[in-house]
């Protein structure tokens, strides 16, 4: 990689996390040996950090959600000419998932600790998904500066993202997923050939599922609750070895 | 992409329509803009409607303030997207419900700055502008972090609205560029000059406010 304009659009796409692992690792090489090129990533980052911190974003007046509800309800009224019989239907239709729900919250509520088992479960199916579709990551950086940023706007929420490489687990990246109904980070890790996903989403009831560890399908699972966020370390790593990085992930 | 390219060209005519009412019309545009009933979702569609587009109102609103300018503005243009958004559900077909959404506040946006208001300057685009040169920025470059909030929304503002809009659906959006150039109808080799363009001249404009000087 040689220094000039099309360096200067890569060493952006590079900041926004747009560049797969192969092109990420060759700039992060060029940014060590270059000194102009890292200069102007930190020009970068102050920029984004500016833009970040400087609370630019603008909130909705409450009243607006309940005005367009009000608005897109009309319009629905207005179109109830299919006949009072059709949509009573679709209105007991439209019911189904609500009481498949309460449903569900009745059957689960009493039995606490089995929403434990559940979330394990779950987290270890992801992180079988994600082996299995070759989609470990969505942003493929060693650089938390450019994972953490990644999940912006994409979840409700911001996870706190650590290198540690100097512990022996090297941050490869980001990703999406799925879990418990709702969207959460996945933090990946590496320890030597084995990937860890650390899946992070928050959690406000510290009453809702409790740390723990538990073993499934031969994969290991760490639960641990920390400033209001769940996080469940999943791999085929063995247990003392998942422990120390969620030791060092809860320093 | 061709379903939202068609979608969205429709918006624009529908919108230059409602331009012509609206400058007659007195505030609120909100009894202009109900939809008819053709238009108009059953109640499941509704219900999926709410539940796949409701999420995003704080990103519509906050592309809309900030293209528009004014709190007035914004709520009438997040109001009439989502009133064209019903108009268009059916052609929906799922994927992703944020940039199906933003390219048509965009759209919805664009016919507000068309009638010359809120818009503030717009530029001869990409070919004629000058690259502002990275090498001509100063090590107090990093001084940017000391910028303080207002004086960052600011520059922000001073950006021509081309430039303004890419610099918030990366920066404040979390946007992919392959989502911005959804969003901006724009192939991504060009997603991804504006966007330097802007960062660069935003860069520029923070500098000339932290030394003192007015832009």
């Known amino acids: ?251 | 992409m061709r379903e939202a390219a068609r979608v969205s060209g429709e918006v624009v005519e529908v919108g230059r329509r409602h331009d012509m009412m609206r400058l007659r019309a007195v505030r609120p545009a909100a009894t202009l803009l109900r939809p008819r009933a053709e238009d108009s979702l059953d109640p499941i569609e509704l219900e999926r409607f709410e539940r796949t587009l409701l999420p995003h109102m704080r990103a519509a609103y906050n592309l809309a303030r900030w293209l528009t300018r004014t709190d007035q503005d914004a709520e009438d243009v997040v109001q009439e997207a989502y009133l064209r958004a019903v108009r268009f559900f059916g052609g929906f077909r799922g994927g992703d419900a944020k940039a199906w959404l933003l390219t048509i506040v965009r759209n919805t946006s664009h016919s507000v700055w068309q009638r010359g208001r809120g818009a503030g300057a717009t530029v001869p685009l990409d070919e004629d502008t000058p690259e502002v040169e990275d090498a001509a920025l100063g090590p107090e470059d990093l001084l940017l972090q000391k910028a303080s909030g207002q004086e960052v929304r600011e520059a922000l503002e001073a950006l021509p609205v081309e430039f303004r809009e890419v610099v918030v659906l990366r920066e404040l959006e979390g946007l992919s560029y392959k989502e911005m150039a959804e969003v901006t109808q724009l192939p991504i080799g060009t997603v991804m000059s504006r966007l330097a363009r802007a960062r660069a001249r935003l860069r520029l404009g923070l500098q000339e406010r932290l030394r003192g000087g007015s832009a």
């Open chain 1, 1 to 251: 990689m040689s220094c000039g304009e099309p360096a200067a659009r890569l060493l952006e796409a590079y900041l926004d996390g747009e560049l797969d692992l192969v092109r990420s690792l060759e700039v992060e090489r060029h940014l060590e040996e270059c000194e102009p090129c890292s200069a102007a990533l930190s020009r970068h980052r102050a920029l984004r950090s500016a833009l970040r911190d400087a609370s630019l974003y603008y909130e909705p007046p409450k009243r607006l959600e309940d005005r367009l509800r009000t608005e897109l309800g009309k319009g629905s009224k207005a179109a109830k000419s299919g006949g009072l019989a059709r949509w009573r239907w679709q209105a007991v239709a439209a019911s189904l998932p609500v009481i498949a729900a309460l449903a569900w919250a009745l059957v689960a509520i009493p039995r606490g600790p089995s929403n434990d088992e559940l979330v394990s479960q779950e987290v270890v199916s992801a992180h079988v998904r994600s082996l299995m579709a070759q989609h470990l990551t969505d942003v493929a950086s060693s650089d938390r500066h450019t994972v953490k940023p990644w999940f912006n706007g994409k979840l409700d929420f911001s996870p706190e993202v650590k290198d540690l490489a100097g512990d022996g687990y090297p941050l490869v990246g980001g990703r999406l997923d799925y879990i418990g109904g709702r969207g959460v980070a996945a933090l990946v890790y590496q320890r030597e050939k084995h990937p860890i996903n650390v899946f992070v989403w928050p959690e406000p009831d510290a009453r809702a599922a409790a740390d723990g560890e538990s073993s499934l399908r031969g994969y290991n699972v760490i639960r641990w609750r920390r400033s209001g966020m769940r996080y469940s370390a999943v791999s085929d790593l063995n247990p003392p070895e998942l422990r120390e990085l969620a030791r060092d992930l809860q320093r």
